[in-house]
């Protein structure tokens, strides 16, 4: 079910926020579950003896899409490709700042033709691509927030691909090691919170994360960069409530996720409530669905 809940500026207003928060509109990248199921397991989460509802899938993303329309965004689609059932999972398809994309070199075999697909896509559509060399998945492992690349490795995109983002990029970039196979995307455990610009230039931009997803080293640099961070808790972290959307002020977070609900609202916020059970069975969730096209 799809929530849209009181206006979040009377909300930060009566919780004394500093400022109201200020929405941004996205453009993104989605691509409809037609073809989805668990056939294989390259994460915890999947398990292929356990059926899948594709029809509920195909409900639970439209909603997901729905939302992103209704808060006044623009989304465009990729068409599924029979056989390749996670290509729902967009933010995987590779990372794109200024029109350019940084292609997706999946880890696992059961993904690799979809890195070709997605760059088709971006070519036919107008962007640059970047050809990677590395292996590397796309928005599922790099999340841009003010100017910094937060990159992760750990499971799925390597330390090269660290380096060659860089190269592509020309920006700062932090590597962060996660190390529960549960959270093995960086967005799953990662949050961008805030506009990468807003009327005053580029702001700082505040995030949420689930502490123990990562190695100490890098719960040190999380600690250091972001001390106004959202903490979330492991019960919502487990739910994926970090693999949410946000565009500055509406966060599209799963239902299941309570405690990072309040966090939100506390900090002016207003939390959208997208629950995609379905396609948490394969081990993906709100951002999974999600890839933003920055031009
Ligand atoms: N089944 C997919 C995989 O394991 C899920 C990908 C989730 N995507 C994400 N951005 N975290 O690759």
Request: charged share 20%; with cysteine.
């Amino acid at each position: 079910s799809t929530q849209n809940t009181a206006p979040a500026t009377a909300t930060a207003a009566a919780a004394g926020a500093a400022s109201a928060r200020i929405q941004q509109t996205r453009r993104y990248l989605m691509c409809r579950p037609e073809h989805f199921t668990v056939s294989y397991t390259i994460n915890p989460w999947m398990e292929p003896a356990n059926p899948t509802d594709t029809a509920l899938a195909v409900r639970q993303w439209q909603a997901l899409y729905d939302t992103y329309i209704a808060l006044g965004h623009e989304v465009h689609l990729i068409d599924p490709i029979a056989g390749l059932p996670d290509m729902v999972y967009t933010a995987n398809g590779g990372f794109v700042i200024d029109g350019v994309a940084y292609g997706a070199k999946f880890r696992f075999q059961e993904r690799m033709p979809e890195g070709p697909a997605f760059m088709d896509w971006f070519r036919d559509n107008g962007y640059e691509v970047a050809e990677p060399v590395e292996v590397n998945e796309g928005e599922g492992d790099f999340l841009l927030v003010g100017d910094t690349i937060l990159a992760g490795t750990g499971f799925r995109s390597t330390g090269d691909s660290h380096r060659e983002l860089a190269e592509v990029f020309g920006k700062e970039v932090v590597s962060l090691t996660l190390v529960d196979p549960r959270f093995y995307h960086l967005d799953t455990a990662i949050s961008v919170l805030d506009p990468v610009e807003g009327p005053g230039g580029v702001e700082k931009a505040n995030i949420a994360y689930l502490v123990h997803a990562f190695d100490k080293a890098s719960q040190q640099v999380l600690a250091e960069r972001y001390p106004d961070a959202i903490r979330v808790a492991d019960e919502d972290g487990a739910v994926f409530g970090l693999n949410s959307a946000s565009d500055g002020l509406n966060v599209i977070i799963s239902p299941r996720a309570k405690g990072f609900e309040a966090q939100l609202r506390e900090r002016g916020y207003n939390p959208v409530l997208v629950d995609l059970s379905e396609l948490l069975l394969g081990g993906g969730g709100i951002k999974c669905c999600t890839l933003e096209l920055r031009r």
